[in-house]
């Protein structure tokens, strides 16, 4: 009997979310269907899908499923429900492959781009010259000169912040990080000056 009054009460549910949209009544049904979703989300693996996405998705397919659920042909909501948003994570999931071959019609081997421009390799390779190399190692040993006030006014002067978002992200000033920008350009003058 419980059980009965149970489905009396879902159909009642999606009655009142076709009619009249009614998100707490969608909300519960949703509810009641959560382990479904989480049972589908450990399957499926859906790239920069988080919890709240998965949650999207599933409440606008049991929203669309209430929209066309018919109880008269005698199928019931859950099973439709699952089969539906199995049809969406699947089609999801065709989306995001699709998308990952799209590189693979147009790529083109490393030795054709070569037969086509020879110059290419020099670009193409790495410039690890001994050169190079001293400029990162000179750069390390700047970083580590640095004090925590003066490493945040690197990140203003590298444009990754302004001096406002710096003081406000941090325990700082922004008289103490404007002090600290022309200390750090001072360690950097006589990093390069010698």
């Not at 539906?84 to 089609?91: F, S, V, Y």
């Not at 922004?174 to 002090?179: I, N, P, V």
Request: a positive charge; one cysteine or more.
């Amino acid at each position: 009997m419980a059980n009965k009054g149970l489905i009396e009460q879902e159909l009642r549910w999606i009655d009142q979310v076709k009619q009249d949209k009614c998100s707490w009544c969608l909300e519960c049904l949703f509810n009641k269907y959560r382990p479904l979703v989480e049972n589908l989300r450990q399957i499926y693996h859906l790239q920069l899908f988080d919890r709240d996405d998965w949650y999207q998705e599933a409440l606008l397919v049991c929203y669309e499923t209430c929209l066309i659920f018919n109880a008269d042909r005698g199928s019931k909501f859950g099973s439709f429900y699952k089969l539906r948003l199995q049809n969406r994570i699947a089609n999801l999931i065709r989306q995001q492959l699709a998308f990952k071959r799209r590189s693979n019609v147009a790529a083109l081997s490393f030795e054709h781009l070569l037969d086509l421009d020879p110059d290419l390799e020099g670009w193409l390779r790495p410039a690890m010259s001994p050169l190079y190399i001293e400029e990162i190692v000179e750069t390390k040993r700047y970083v580590q000169q640095l004090s925590p006030v003066e490493l945040q006014s690197l990140r203003i002067v590298l444009g990754q912040c302004s001096l406002e978002q710096a003081a406000q992200r941090s325990i700082y000033s922004t008289a103490q990080l404007q002090r600290a920008i022309g200390r750090s350009h001072g360690k950097l003058r006589l990093l390069l000056c010698g």
